[in-house]
């Protein structure tokens, strides 16, 4: 398993396409977490409310660069981290090099952990980007607002870093099996796509507005709800209604089961099918 | 024949796409350790789902196979195969060398197996290049350079000289031919019979999935001895005295005499007695595409 995971190592850390989504992941966050906020804060305090104002060093404020690195960009960045499993997983069928790989000698399964194993190890590495980013900003915010330099204790920036892997491989393992399942990264998009901004941002919002309780319950089945809903309760993002009903074990538990169910799936189809 | 003698052997090898379409019809292959062996057959006959099935790429409907002793796909038994099958597939922004370390990690295969490789395939001064700027016939050689790698027993090679240029298809040719020679077994298939017949030392035709024919190259080229002299007609008479007036036929002005090379000298003592000028005897040869379209159409 070594050589194959050293093997999709060099083609991840070599891809210019995963360098662009670790930098737009950069860039979303810097805008929709801090620098807008900045912005507002430092040219223009005289147009914001007390509580605006104090919203906005709330969540600049190097106390709470966990929460912003877990939530505030929120399905933007979850819908870069499904390309990134897109990336790694159906980009091989766009190069037509699985069927390569595949002959060289390792075991389908083994192709697949390995694989895995690189997809994991590329999402940890793109959450401790954000980290890394959110505490550099969160500094820099506290320098030129004058905020307080209190952190968050390490317990809850474990928490909430190990939240943002798990919402993270789930997503990414999304993509890897909408890969696997298409055989095209262009399809596994447009489907992997339309389902985030269209059923999870969207639909799932309506629905749990519903008066009949059944259909209110009905997102909290789906990843999306149960990630908005970890964040939530670790104290990012703005919440919603499935949010306040589901508690992190719940939602951490979903989202495990959704990453092992595509994880699995997606290993069974590369293992068993012909590789045309 | 001893089953040790053979890299390939299949047995009623048979794939069934869904949908129906039969593409592999109970092959039964046979590829001997040592030799160039050349799978001919017309575009869309099953060579390339042959091929994929011997790499386990595809798994067969029914029958069997035996790959370097091992069963298709199984690990150890790719871990002696190189193969290319369709066209070359690599990472577009990586170098061809970096490709080539994917392909060495794959392998657990050590990392200056890979400098030896692009150079037997004379890449080295390349090899800093992204494969996305390489011309088709240095992807071809990196393809082969990948499937070299592994020192394999058995190579695989579908379509090699497809798209390249004319000194590409020779530099391509050669290093067939040198491999061969090198005690690999090679295992390759083409449409190109012109190119066929220079490399390979046996041959199946397969139409329509079916093995048809398979034969030793320079048997089944064999056509005979041609034979010029003078006066003809004294020739003529010559020669159906030795060889029987059926056996004889008159081709672009020369003699063609359905006989074997080993009764050349027989035929040669006859014309000589009977005070006949010789100006031209050698065995005749057929090239592999008139083979080929002579077991092709008498199959339809």
Same mark, same amino acid.
């Given at each position: 398993?070594?050589g ?11 891809s210019?396409?995963?360098w ?8 979303v ?5 801090y ?7 430092s040219q ?9 104002i104090?919203?906005?060093?709330q ?6 660069f ?6 505030n ?7 870069l981290e499904f390309v990134v499993g897109?990336l790694?997983?159906?980009?091989e069928?766009g190069?037509?090099t699985?069927a390569a790989?595949?002959m060289?000698g390792?075991?389908?399964a083994t192709v697949?952990?390995a694989?895995?194993?690189?997809l994991?190890?590329?999402v940890?590495?793109?959450v401790?980007?954000?980290f890394?980013?959110?505490l550099a900003?969160s500094?820099i915010s ?5 905020l ?24 990414a393992?999304?993509g ?14 447009a489907v992997?796509?339309?389902?985030l ?7 799932f919002g309506v ?6 309780q ?8 789906f990843?999306?709800?149960?990630s ?5 309760n670790l ?9 306040a ?5 719940q939602?951490?538990?979903?989202l495990a ?5 595509a ?7 590369l ?6 | 024949?001893?089953t040790?003698d053979?890299?390939v052997?299949t047995?009623? *090898?048979t794939?069934?796409y ?13 590829v001997?350790r ?9 575009n869309?006959?099953?060579?390339t789902t ?15 196979? *035996? ?8 690990p ?21 060398r970096d490709?080539?370390?994917v ?5 657990d ?5 890979v ?7 004379d *890449? ?6 992204r494969?996305?700027?390489?011309s088709l016939?240095?992807?071809q ?7 070299? =790698? ?5 190579? %695989? ?7 390249l240029?004319p ?5 391509m ?10 005690g690999h ?7 190109l019979?012109?190119?066929m017949?220079?490399i ?5 035709? =397969?139409?329509?999935? +079916? ?10 080229r064999?056509?005979?001895? *041609?034979? +010029?002299?003078?006066?003809?007609g004294r ?5 159906? +005295?030795?060889?029987?007036a ?27 007695r009977?005070?006949?000028? %010789? ?6 040869e +057929?090239?592999?595409?008139e ?5 092709t159409?008498?199959?339809?």
């Amino acid at each position: 398993m070594i050589g194959p995971v050293r093997g999709e190592w060099l083609k991840a850390w070599r891809s210019p396409y995963l360098w662009t989504v670790g930098l737009l992941m950069v860039l979303v966050l810097l805008a929709r977490g801090y620098g807008l906020d900045w912005f507002l804060m430092s040219q223009s305090p005289a147009t914001l409310s007390p509580a605006n104002i104090a919203s906005y060093k709330q969540a600049l404020a190097p106390a709470a660069f966990a929460q912003q690195a877990l939530g505030n960009p929120g399905g933007v960045i979850w819908a870069l981290e499904f390309v990134v499993g897109v990336l790694i997983f159906g980009s091989e069928y766009g190069w037509r090099t699985l069927a390569a790989m595949l002959m060289v000698g390792p075991s389908r399964a083994t192709v697949f952990g390995a694989k895995t194993v690189v997809l994991a190890g590329i999402v940890v590495l793109l959450v401790l980007l954000r980290f890394v980013t959110a505490l550099a900003s969160s500094l820099i915010s506290a320098v030129t607002l004058d905020l307080p330099f209190r952190l968050p204790s390490a317990g809850d920036v474990a928490t909430a870093f190990a939240a943002a892997c798990l919402i993270a491989i789930t997503y990414a393992s999304f993509g890897a099996l909408l890969s696997l399942i298409f055989r095209r990264a262009s399809i596994a998009y447009a489907v992997g796509l339309t389902y985030l901004f269209v059923f999870e941002d969207r639909a799932f919002g309506v629905i749990a507005k519903s008066s009949a309780q059944s259909l209110r319950d009905l997102p909290t089945g789906f990843p999306g709800p149960n990630s908005v809903a970890l964040v939530h309760n670790l104290g990012g993002g703005t919440g919603s209604a499935v949010a306040a009903s589901t508690g992190s074990g719940q939602a951490a538990l979903v989202l495990a089961v959704y990453c092992l169910a595509a994880l699995g799936v997606g290993c069974a189809i590369l293992v068993r099918r012909d590789e045309t | 024949m001893h089953t040790s003698d053979l890299v390939v052997e299949t047995a009623a *090898l048979t794939k069934r796409y869904r949908g129906g379409k039969l593409a592999v019809d109970s092959l039964d292959l046979k590829v001997r350790r040592g030799e160039i062996y050349g799978l001919v057959g017309p575009n869309g006959a099953g060579k390339t789902t042959t091929l994929r099935m011997l790499v386990g790429l595809i798994r067969p409907t029914s029958g069997s196979a *035996l790959v370097a002793g091992h069963r298709p796909g199984a690990p150890a038994g790719l871990r002696k195969i190189g193969a290319v099958i369709e066209n070359p597939a690599f990472y577009t922004y990586l170098s061809g060398r970096d490709n080539l370390r994917v392909v060495a990690h794959y392998g657990d295969i050590a990392e200056r197996a890979v400098e030896t490789a692009l150079e037997e395939v004379d *890449l080295l001064p390349a090899a800093k290049g992204r494969y996305g700027s390489y011309s088709l016939g240095m992807k071809q050689r990196l393809g082969v350079a990948a499937a070299l =790698i592994k020192e394999p027993e058995l190579l %695989i090679l579908d379509e090699p000289t497809n798209g390249l240029d004319p000194q590409g298809m020779v530099e391509m040719r050669g290093l067939i031919k040198s491999l061969g020679t090198a005690g690999h077994t090679v295992l390759v298939c083409s449409h190109l019979l012109s190119e066929m017949q220079l490399i390979c030392h046996r041959f199946g035709v =397969i139409q329509n999935g +079916r093995l048809i024919a398979e034969d030793d190259l320079a048997d089944a080229r064999q056509a005979g001895l *041609l034979i +010029r002299g003078n006066p003809a007609g004294r020739v003529r008479v010559a020669l159906e +005295r030795v060889a029987g007036a059926k056996a004889i036929a008159v081709r672009d002005g020369a003699f063609m005499v359905n006989a074997d090379h080993v009764q050349a000298a027989e035929i040669h003592r006859a014309l000589v007695r009977a005070g006949v000028e %010789i100006t031209e005897l050698r065995p005749a040869e +057929r090239s592999l595409e008139e083979v080929f379209l002579e077991i092709t159409e008498g199959r339809q």
